[in-house]
């Protein structure tokens, strides 16, 4: 059994299933209907605080839809919380007064650097109104970053994008490849659509991609602009090639479930985005949940290396010691 947790870095919320986005990759949008109890951040705080938690990490789902998403803030922040939202930016410019208020960081998911490749890939002619949200984000003086998720519709915009991060001011952008190995993960009630995984023919389009990043962008590479390292970003080809059945899968370098946790909208628990907890949020709080002897176990399996689940993992987290 692995020991118990006694304390976290990093909490995920998913506040709400439901997205205003409408990405290729998810189905959120399309089944999503629970949002988080109120109640359910209330049981939280203990366990949050006794737990020591330092950042709580607002996604979904598109957490500002939550109709109470300022309320739950409120009571996080209250309790000395850092929150940090992941949101598609489609609200972000609407309700950025309440955003500036509650939020330290934010996170846009900005997948195309033009509006035809983001309306392909989102699903919305929005690539306008989004960077609208960026731009006021970034005047109102948070610090924004952006997350691009790699894949068929993109892969030749890699630099393009990181051109668009410095065009809107933000503080960074990073890289990961779009998970289409987990099929119940974002939503999904199928498998991943055939249009998201990188194709043999997009191999050469991706390491162009990034040979362009290594050659014309090496002080962001350097400056941790570029939030991956050029090993990192490989890392992104290398995964494409595997699951291409060209070259071994390898589980990454990960430690994220001994340091942080995901509770989902209706109060489950996750070690970590893609591998599914054994215990909802009780009237024992967090500590209890996370330390049931199931959940224990199945973080020993983790760490032991027995979840195929890693070897598929696009979104690894190495926790260095505090
Ligand atoms: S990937 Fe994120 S932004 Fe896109 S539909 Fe799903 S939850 Fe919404
Ligand atoms: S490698 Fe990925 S799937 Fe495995 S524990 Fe880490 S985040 Fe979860």
């Known amino acids: 059994m692995a020991p118990e947790l006694v304390q976290l870095r990093l909490v995920t919320l998913y506040l709400t299933e439901r997205c205003n986005s409408r990405c290729v990759s998810c189905d959120y949008w399309r089944h999503g209907r629970q949002d988080m109890a109120l109640a359910t951040v209330q049981q939280l705080l203990p366990g949050l605080k006794a737990l020591g938690v330092e950042q709580v990490l607002l996604s979904g789902g598109e957490p500002l839809l939550h109709p109470h998403w300022v309320e739950m803030a409120t009571l996080l922040r209250a309790q000395g919380l850092k ?77 393009a994008l990181v051109r668009l991060a410095h065009g809107l001011g933000v503080n960074g952008i990073s890289f990961l490849a779009a998970d289409v190995a987990h099929d119940e993960a974002f939503g999904r009630q199928a498998p991943a659509p055939d249009g998201v995984a990188l194709r043999p023919e997009d191999l050469p389009l991706l390491a162009a991609s990034l040979d362009a990043i290594e050659q014309t962008h090496a002080d962001d590479l350097a400056g941790g602009f570029i939030a991956e390292s050029p090993a990192k970003l490989r890392r992104i080809e290398a995964h494409a090639r595997a699951r291409l059945g060209l070259g071994p899968l390898t589980a990454p370098r990960c430690n994220a479930p001994a340091h942080s946790a995901v509770i989902e909208a209706d109060g489950r628990l996750r070690p970590c985005f893609f591998i599914g907890g054994t215990q909802r949020l009780g009237a024992g709080g967090l500590e209890a949940a996370l330390n049931a002897p199931a959940e224990r176990r199945l973080r020993a399996a983790i760490a032991a290396g027995a979840q195929a689940a890693c070897e598929r993992c696009v979104c690894a987290k190495w926790f260095a010691p505090a």
């Not at 972000?92 to 195309?112: C, F, I, N, P």
């Not at 306008?128 to 790699?150: I, S």
Request: positive net charge.
């Open 83 to 159: 929150l940090w939202l992941l949101t598609a930016g489609l609200a972000l410019a609407k309700q950025l007064d309440d955003v500036a208020r509650h939020v330290e960081q934010v996170t846009v998911s900005l997948d195309g650097a033009t509006a035809a490749s983001y309306a392909r890939i989102r699903g919305l002619d929005a690539f306008e109104v989004v960077c609208a949200g960026v731009r006021a984000a970034v005047r109102a003086g948070l610090p924004v970053t952006l997350r691009v998720t790699v894949q068929r519709g993109n892969v030749a915009e890699l630099p």
